[in-house]
């Protein structure tokens, strides 16, 4: 992924704080901007975005500072909150709910969650897009995406429940091979004891998720929030009353879809039909 140019104010307020601690290396190195892009391979220019924090460093970047300031870790060690600072805000939020989580337990009718994407799948999802995504950006989001998924190996484990719709297992986004190894990764996920997913069959005649997909997240103080998202609008919902609503809807939507064993059993059958 590139150096990218930040697009909020929390983020600026992160890569402002790095820039300066780049430029504080520097100067103590006694080199000059220019000298200091020469010995990493990057132009004066950039470096000069850095150090004003208008533009987020690679990973290249920081590391190769590091080792030409010989800053001993300072420079390099600032790497995963400059990670942090590339994703678009809505992502940092719902990903500090999901680590804040003790359960999530969410639905999806369109596509498989983000999750449980493999990189192929994500970045086919986001290739998808009208208008499309500059390739910057799409691979921020794409990153964005699989850092979430750090979630899945925390402990202690958090308890997960996902329903999928059949549709989105079916379609072959990205194309056959990649919705292959989308269905393997089902599989190994859904193996976990912590993990339970579910298959809402398109046949049901009783759904009650037809008004969509959503995201419950019981959070380790004790409170549920939830979380949806759809076209332009990415939502976080708090209020009792509509979480109750969500709760029900869920235990519902559970219950109405093929148990975790009959879904992964499902899921087997769908990749042995899958070329």
Do not use: W
């Amino acid at each position: 992924m590139s150096d990218g140019l930040v697009d909020d104010e929390e983020s600026a307020a992160v890569l402002r704080t790095v820039g300066r601690v780049i430029k504080t290396c520097r100067e103590r190195r006694g080199l000059k901007q220019a000298e200091l892009g020469a010995a990493i391979g990057y132009s004066d220019e950039q470096v000069s975005s850095v150090e004003r924090g208008r533009r987020a460093p690679s990973a290249k970047f920081l590391e190769e500072a590091d080792r030409v300031l010989d800053a001993g870790g300072l420079i390099d060690g600032l790497r995963k909150d400059v990670e942090h600072a590339r994703y678009p805000k809505k992502v940092r939020d719902l990903a500090k709910l999901e680590a804040e989580a003790v359960e999530l337990c969410a639905y999806a009718n369109s596509v498989v969650h983000g999750l449980l994407q493999t990189p192929e799948y994500a970045r086919a999802i986001y290739g998808l897009r009208r208008p499309p995504f500059a390739e910057e950006e799409m691979e921020r989001f794409v990153a964005a995406r699989l850092a979430r998924q750090e979630v899945l190996d925390r402990q202690p484990a958090p308890v997960f429940s996902f329903v999928q719709e059949e549709v989105t297992l079916r379609r072959p986004v990205g194309g056959r091979m990649v919705m292959r190894k989308q269905l393997e990764r089902l599989l190994e996920i859904g193996q976990r004891r912590n993990v339970e997913i579910q298959v809402m069959p398109t046949d049901r005649e009783d759904h009650a998720g037809l008004d969509g997909s959503l995201t419950l997240l019981r959070l380790m103080e004790g409170d549920t929030v939830a979380h949806n998202e759809v076209q332009l609008t990415s939502r976080l919902i708090s209020l009792p009353r509509e979480i109750q609503v969500l709760e029900v809807r869920y235990g519902i939507i559970r219950a109405q879809a093929l148990t975790p064993r009959e879904s992964l059993t499902f899921i087997e059958k769908l990749l042995g039909g899958t070329p």
